[in-house]
Nanobody
């Protein structure tokens, strides 16, 4: 059974840093496209960052230059390094995995779309205090 388990969330002061982790079982992060999404109360879930099987990364404009997505294939873990945090980054953060990107389509353009991902974690809460 595929399982994605996020950790690393918490409360951070504005301008501070957090590193989120997503440990994956029963599928290899090296052979799937992986993403981070977030959802604030009353808001739709939005794509934060995506990484394809070649290691090419994509970011939402709101986090570009502040967040970094990367993965450790040996540990089968996906990460999101959050720097220069802002109160508007407060949300539940979810990791996701999908293989749709391997069979055509345009991941470069569609990485932030939910349909790119089949497997989802339960999320970890991030709160940025002003």
């Amino acid at each position: 059974q595929v399982d994605l388990v996020e950790s690393g969330g918490g409360v951070v002061q504005a301008g501070g840093s957090l590193r989120l982790s997503c440990v994956v079982t029963e599928l290899s992060v090296g052979t799937y496209c992986m993403g981070w999404f977030r959802q604030a109360p009353g808001e739709a879930r939005e794509g934060v960052a995506g990484i394809d099987v070649h290691g090419t990364t994509h970011y939402a404009d709101s986090v570009k230059g502040r967040f970094t997505i990367f993965k450790d294939n040996a540990k089968n873990t996906l990460y999101l390094q959050m720097n220069s945090s802002k109160p508007e980054d407060t949300a539940m953060y979810h990791c996701a995995a999908g293989s749709r990107c391997l069979y055509g389509g345009n991941y470069e353009r569609e990485w932030m779309q939910h349909y790119e991902y089949r497997y989802w974690g339960q999320g970890t809460q991030v709160t940025v205090a002003s």
